[in-house]
């Protein structure tokens, strides 16, 4: 079956950096867009990243351009989230999601549009 799986979380303080890796099994990961998004207590499930099958076409929210750096590796069946900067409205779980079909055009940022899910990581920014 097909299984994401996320590491990287962690505490880390304003200013500080993550980077989050996501291993996909269980899947022809080329042929899946990727995605990263996040929720916070009490809060709706939001885009954060995504990337289409290549690498070469990634999408961001604007809350996160300029700080964050979404990429994967094909060989390694990995998709990865770089978190620079970070600010405490960071501070959520982060989940990993595929989407069949590689072009990621319409609708990256719905999270109804993603197949499979991982279980996420916690980021926790301290001020």
């Known amino acids: 079956q097909v299984q994401l799986v996320e590491a990287g979380g962690g505490g880390v303080q304003t200013g500080g950096s993550l980077r989050l890796s996501c291993a996909a099994s269980?899947?022809?990961?080329?042929?899946?867009?990727m995605g990263w998004f996040r929720q916070a207590p009490g809060k709706e499930r939001e885009f954060v990243a995504a990337?289409?099958?290549?690498?070469?076409?990634?999408y961001y929210a604007d809350s996160v351009k300029g700080r964050f750096t979404i990429s994967r590796d094909n060989a390694k069946n990995m998709v990865y989230l770089q978190m620079n900067s970070l600010k405490p409205e960071d501070t959520a779980v982060y989940y990993c999601?595929?989407?069949?079909?590689?072009?990621?055009?319409?609708?990256?940022?719905?999270?109804?549009?993603?197949?499979?899910w991982g279980q996420g990581t916690q980021v926790t920014v301290s001020s």
């Open positions: 269980g899947l022809t990961f080329s042929s899946y867009g």
């Open positions: 999601a595929a989407r069949r079909g590689g072009s990621i055009t319409y609708g990256y940022t719905e999270p109804r549009k993603y197949d499979y």
């Open positions: 990337i289409n099958w290549s690498g070469s076409i990634p």
